[in-house]
């Protein structure tokens, strides 16, 4: 039963054929990587506009008291 499973016969031509899908699976991810990216690096430039915004309030609001 075990020398069962451990013979694998590769069928090269199903392999070959196979391989568009796997490309464009890893694609997909690839892309789905670059927008989690991109998206994670938009947030952290929006949170740093609003601190630089929020730290330049109340600078002014100290030099007014």
Same mark, same amino acid.
Do not use: D, H
């Given at each position: *039963? +075990?020398?069962?499973?451990?013979? %694998?016969? @590769?069928?090269?031509?199903?392999?070959?054929?196979?391989?568009?899908?796997?490309?464009?699976? *890893? +694609?997909?991810?690839?892309?789905? %990587?670059? @927008?989690?990216?991109?998206?994670?690096?938009?947030?952290?430039?929006?949170?740093?506009?609003?601190?630089?915004?929020?730290?330049?309030?109340?600078?002014?609001?100290?030099?007014?008291?």
């Amino acid at each position: *039963m +075990l020398f069962n499973l451990l013979a %694998i016969e @590769i069928n090269v031509e199903r392999f070959v054929s196979s391989l568009p899908y796997v490309g464009i699976g *890893m +694609l997909g991810i690839f892309i789905v %990587i670059g @927008i989690i990216i991109i998206a994670t690096m938009a947030l952290i430039a929006i949170e740093n506009k609003i601190k630089a915004s929020k730290k330049a309030k109340e600078e002014v609001n100290q030099n007014e008291q």
